[in-house]
Nanobody
């Protein structure tokens, strides 16, 4: 099973990006029962949770992104999104998606996508 993250890039402060995380080979019933999350890791820092969404659609956010980022999911597309608005230079990091659920043997991680916010 592979998680495919995309959508990163270079953006100016105040701009927006939308990240996508797809699991095209995951059985729909497995994906729909997963809790999904976006994490990020900046150079020299530990990986941190940015946002998560449960299988029922309940979302949680880190304080640093509340009001600016929105996580959503489209189970029919086996995809979770992270809409990032009002980006700040401190949002610069590699962003990773994560899946955990009752039908997965453990945590699944996608390869990261780099977000760079210039001042």
């Amino acid at each position: 099973v592979q998680l495919q993250a995309s959508g990163g890039g270079l953006v100016q402060a105040g701009g927006s990006l939308r990240l996508s995380c797809r699991a095209p080979r995951m059985i729909l019933s497995t994906f729909s029962n997963n809790d999904m999350g976006w994490y990020r890791q900046a150079p020299g820092k530990q990986r941190e949770l940015v946002a998560s969404i449960t299988s029922r659609g309940s979302a949680n956010y880190a304080d640093s992104v509340t009001g600016r980022f929105t996580i959503s999911r489209d189970d029919s597309k086996r995809t979770v999104y992270l809409q990032m608005n009002s980006l700040k230079p401190e949002d610069t990091a590699v962003y990773f998606c994560n899946a955990k659920g009752p039908y997965l043997p453990g945590d699944y991680w996608g390869k990261g996508t780099l977000v760079t916010v210039s001042s």
